[in-house]
């Protein structure tokens, strides 16, 4: 069996697909890749390109190296390398995956098929990228990308933090986090957008927490405030500082 055909199969049963499974994601006939799979036909190029993209291989991997080889164990070794390097793919959350990630953010095979990137300045670690929207967190522009480090624990991250926080009930959002002292069953999000007030979340309900490392934004998506803009929060700062003298007298 030529190595392409193999290791057609072997990624197929990995990820528990049946041929109709698999062959849907490779928008070709079932018979098709059963012919692929029973080396009956030789895989096109385009295709193996496709399950290059879905596994993050190369044309070069999938055809020469034998990744069902147990004893090399080849794909558990390229995901170490990839850790050792300090260089870790970053799977990329786009706006219109928001959604999906919810109900597959616990899931390896969701996660193996978002999008990759890397970046050279960032050490080893657990980090992803979300795409936000919105003006909530100006001046940070809505269509950012927010890389962030995984948080393991609540207790070690800092208050004011901000970060890209998963929840239940609010879904994707980039906030400030700020704990309340040793209670720790619930959170308080702010924005650095004063016009949007701060709101609770319980942290039962906070199922991933992703501390910012880096923004990306576009080179002239700077964010630019209008008058009435400024006016609107000029006046909402103003409102907050009298309420809360009246709470000090």
Known sequence: MSLASQNLKYLRKLRGWTQ????????IKRSLL?????????????VLET???IFKLTLDEILRKDLSD??????AKR???ELATGRPDIPFVPVKAAAGYLAGYGDPEFIDEL???TLPMLAGGNYRAFEIIGDSMLPTPSGSVIVGEKVEKLDELKNDSACIVVS???????KRVQKHGRSKDKLTLVSDNPTYHPYTVKAEDVLEMWQAQMVISRANQQQRWD?????TIVNDLQAQVVSLKKKMN
Do not use: W
Request: glycine content about 6%.
């Open 79 to 81: 995901r170490a390398m």
């Open 51 to 53: 399950v290059c993209d």
């Open 168 to 174: 239940r009930h609010e879904g994707i959002v980039y």
């Open 115 to 117: 999008n990759t990137f």
């Open 34 to 46: 059963g012919a692929y799979e029973e080396e009956r036909a030789e895989p096109r190029i385009d």
């Open 227 to 231: 008058m009435g803009q400024l006016a």
């Open 20 to 27: 109709e499974e698999f062959a849907n994601k490779l928008r």
């Open 70 to 75: 147990n004893k090399s164990n080849y794909m």
